[in-house]
């Protein structure tokens, strides 16, 4: 049975930073791509970080240098680096996988969720 297991969200003022984290079966994390999403209210759930096995990392844009995604192979744990928070970063966190990629193009998300950390960024 795959389980992803979030932790690590909570209330950070802007300009602030935290670093979720996302404890993962053995069975997904060894093998596949693992990564994160978002859903802010009222909006659709979007792709934020991906990293594979070996440590190669994708990100959205819209966090490209400010968001740093690492695994810890010994922990079976994936993590996400949130740092320069904006109110626009708030959101429900998920992570995913086994995230999908095609001759290295991103597809989507894979089948299995977490159940999702709180992050609200306010003053």
């Known amino acids: 049975q795959v389980q992803l297991v979030e932790s690590g969200g909570g209330l950070v003022q802007p300009g602030g930073s935290l670093r979720l984290s996302c404890a993962a079966s053995?069975?997904?994390?060894?093998?596949?791509?693992l990564g994160w999403y978002r859903q802010a209210p009222g909006k659709q759930r979007e792709f934020v970080a991906a990293?594979?096995?070996?440590?190669?990392?994708n990100y959205a844009d819209s966090v490209k240098y400010r968001f740093t995604a690492a695994r810890d192979n010994g922990k079976n744990t994936v993590y996400l680096q949130m740092n320069s928070l904006k109110p626009e970063d708030t959101a429900v966190y998920y992570c995913?996988?086994?995230?999908?990629?095609?001759?290295?193009?991103?597809?989507?998300?894979?089948?299995?969720w977490g159940k999702g950390t709180l992050v609200t960024v306010s003053s």
């Open positions: 995913n996988g086994p995230i999908k990629y095609s001759s290295g193009a991103y597809v989507g998300p894979g089948d299995y």
């Open positions: 990293i594979s096995p070996g440590g190669s990392t």
């Open positions: 053995t069975s997904i994390f060894n093998i596949y791509r």
